[in-house]
């Protein structure tokens, strides 16, 4: 209260939110440290520990990059924040894709979603298999571009694609109770 504008107060204030399990909380504090003081690297690194705890990895992504433009590459923070984004890049490297391609992806498949939600059926269906050029395994783009086709009436196409999804994660749960229902739907 008494040092609403300090940047090591706020970036204090946001340790103790991450250490209590506050994520959110832990952001708001670290966003405002760093606008402050953009070079306190311990601060943007600490935020992006608080986005992968939301599973928010384009962010955490951004905020490792921040770390490292701040205290350079061989510095203690921009080493730790370097061996997330390797961490990050290896993940992706075993699903075929590079990092930048996978958070094109991830960007691509909230507005995806957001199409099926709204009934934008071709819509959707055509922003999941832009994703499934590049991610030829994601096991969601397939399941969710089943509902597209079911939403147009489309159900042997919509079985393909469900069927395509169970094949790559045989346990994939929305895709199994999915294609019950599509089953049971009649064709148009």
Same mark, same amino acid.
């Given at each position: 209260?008494?040092?609403?504008?300090?940047?090591? #107060?706020? %970036? @204090?204030? @946001?340790? /103790?939110?991450?250490?209590?399990?506050?994520?959110d909380q832990a952001?708001? /504090?670290?966003?405002?440290?760093?606008?402050?003081?953009?070079?306190?690297?311990?601060?943007?690194?600490?935020?992006?520990?608080? %986005?992968? =705890?939301?599973?928010?990895?384009?962010?955490?992504?951004g905020a490792y990059?921040? $770390?490292? $433009?701040?205290?350079?590459?061989?510095?203690? !923070?921009?080493?730790?924040?370097?061996?997330?984004?390797?961490?990050?890049? +290896?993940? /992706?490297?075993?699903?075929?894709?590079?990092?930048?391609?996978?958070? &094109?992806? #991830?960007?691509?498949? &909230?507005?995806?979603?957001?199409?099926?939600r709204n009934a934008?059926?071709? !819509?959707?269906?055509?922003?999941?298999?832009?994703?499934?050029?590049?991610?030829?395994?994601? #096991?969601?783009?397939?399941?969710?571009? @089943?509902?597209? %086709?079911?939403?147009?009436?489309?159900? =042997?196409?919509?079985?393909? /694609?469900?069927? =395509?999804?169970?094949?790559? &994660?045989? &346990?994939?749960?929305? +895709?199994? !109770?999915?294609?019950? #229902?599509?089953?049971?739907?009649?064709?148009?």
């Amino acid at each position: 209260r008494q040092h609403p504008h300090y940047h090591s #107060v706020l %970036y @204090g204030l @946001g340790v /103790c939110h991450g250490l209590r399990g506050e994520p959110d909380q832990a952001i708001a /504090c670290f966003e405002r440290a760093v606008e402050i003081f953009p070079l306190l690297a311990h601060a943007h690194y600490n935020l992006g520990t608080a %986005y992968c =705890q939301k599973f928010e990895i384009e962010r955490a992504v951004g905020a490792y990059e921040k $770390a490292i $433009a701040a205290d350079g590459r061989d510095g203690p !923070v921009g080493r730790k924040a370097r061996k997330h984004l390797d961490e990050f890049e +290896a993940i /992706c490297q075993k699903n075929g894709v590079s990092l930048t391609t996978h958070i &094109d992806n #991830v960007r691509i498949f &909230d507005q995806a979603f957001a199409a099926l939600r709204n009934a934008n059926y071709q !819509v959707a269906i055509n922003l999941f298999a832009q994703i499934l050029k590049t991610e030829k395994g994601h #096991v969601q783009s397939y399941g969710n571009m @089943g509902l597209a %086709y079911a939403g147009l009436g489309n159900k =042997q196409k919509a079985l393909e /694609c469900l069927d =395509q999804a169970i094949q790559i &994660d045989p &346990d994939y749960e929305p +895709a199994l !109770v999915n294609r019950r #229902v599509v089953e049971n739907l009649r064709e148009g």
